[in-house]
């Protein structure tokens, strides 16, 4: 049974070729959980109020 082992400077080249550096795959991580965060708590206060109105039952 063989693994692969990746090391710190093989897993940098294939970020680097796959979606750019390091900062900018964290930024671009950062924004994407900031929307989907902001996404969620929209719905979430959406069907809070829309039950509360009696626009929708539970």
Do not use: H
């Not at 940098?12 to 950062?30: C, D």
């Not at 994407?32 to 069907?47: C, D, K, P, W």
């Amino acid at each position: 049974m063989n693994t692969d082992k990746i090391t710190d400077s093989n897993n940098t080249e294939r970020t680097t070729l796959e979606g750019g550096s390091k900062e900018a795959l964290n930024q671009k991580t950062s924004v994407q959980f900031i929307l989907s965060t902001s996404l969620g708590v929209l719905t979430i206060i959406l069907v809070a109020a829309s039950a509360y109105y009696g626009l929708i039952r539970f």
